[in-house]
């Protein structure tokens, strides 16, 4: 995910909020840009430490390591994949607060800066998939992808088999249906693969009967790298969907804010995969 500059980020959401163009801020709106400036200062210093591929333990941690966490519950090994541009390092946080509340099988996965293809990016998801089940012996993974992470994913599950595997996507301002944001980026293969009526966004939207993955897509009403807002939600006739409206922070802030993390956390408890209930969270 490449920023260029804070307050530029949020002008496109501005001028769909307001039809006078930016005549006045909201404090809502101020609010979640010193955020997401906030945020991302942070992230920059954590980046580096993300750049190594992680380690994968040979068994889970033993108690008393000085970590307060609930007990643990049986569930399937977490995926975390990160956005265009990223690492592993975004999801600091959410991973211990799924740690903290008994998801002790919590793994982070690194992509090339590189990538250029969504299909290939899934493919190699896919291996990596099958690595992590032979070695858990879990039949089934769940998955928390942020923006194209999302996108890798839910091409994965939907188009290449992986919803043998993945039983619950979580997707954070993933563009389901492609965004029109940034047309200068256009240079790279895998920003145009991310824009409406692209030929990956087109396989997406085609039937895919069957499919035994449940989706959670979490959007924001003040993500300004969604261009229109709305194409964060998942809508396909044969998918199981649950969209879940976040109000009053942006882009970056969804695989970070401690009110996400929790709402993330039920989505993944929940005993009912085929409930298709609506909901809304605010967290401002």
């Known amino acids: 995910m490449k920023v260029t500059g804070v307050l530029p980020?949020?002008?496109?959401?501005?001028?769909?909020l307001w039809p006078d163009r930016l005549a006045g801020l909201s404090v809502t709106l101020l609010r979640a840009t010193a955020l997401e400036a906030a945020i991302?200062?942070?992230?920059?210093?954590?980046?580096?430490?993300?750049?190594?591929?992680?380690?994968?333990?040979?068994?889970?941690?033993?108690p008393g390591d000085g970590t307060a966490r609930l007990p643990v519950r049986p569930a399937p090994p977490v995926v975390l994949l990160h956005g265009f541009i990223d690492n592993r390092s975004v999801f600091v946080l959410l991973r211990r607060a799924l740690a903290q509340h008994g998801r002790q099988r919590v793994e982070s996965l690194n992509y090339s800066p590189l990538t250029c293809d969504i299909r290939t990016a899934a493919e190699l998801l896919g291996r990596h998939i099958e690595e992590i089940c032979a070695r858990t012996g879990s039949a089934r993974v769940d998955i928390v992808g942020h923006?194209?992470?999302?996108?890798?994913?839910?091409?994965?599950?939907?188009?290449?088999g992986g919803d043998q595997r993945v039983r619950t996507l979580v997707t954070l301002g993933t563009p389901h249906s492609g965004t029109r944001v940034a047309p200068l980026a256009d240079a790279h293969p895998i920003v145009r693969q991310m824009r409406p009526g692209s030929a990956v966004i087109e396989e997406l939207?085609?039937?895919?009967?069957?499919?035994r993955t449940r989706f959670v897509s979490f959007w924001s009403d003040l993500d300004s790298l969604m261009d229109p807002l709305e194409t964060a939600c998942l809508e396909h006739p044969d998918l199981d969907t649950l969209n879940i409206r976040v109000s009053g922070i942006g882009h970056l802030a969804l695989p970070?804010?401690?009110?996400?993390?929790?709402?993330?956390?039920?989505?993944?408890d929940a005993p009912h995969p085929g409930d298709r209930t609506t909901g809304g969270l605010t967290v401002a």
């Open 40 to 62: 991302l200062a942070g992230h920059l210093l954590l980046y580096p430490t993300g750049l190594i591929r992680e380690r994968h333990p040979a068994a889970l941690p033993a």
């Open 9 to 16: 980020l949020f002008f496109p959401s501005c001028r769909r």
């Open 205 to 211: 939207a085609r039937p895919a009967p069957g499919c």
């Open 256 to 268: 970070v804010h401690p009110a996400v993390a929790a709402a993330i956390r039920e989505a993944l």
């Open 147 to 160: 923006s194209l992470g999302g996108l890798i994913a839910r091409y994965y599950a939907q188009c290449l």
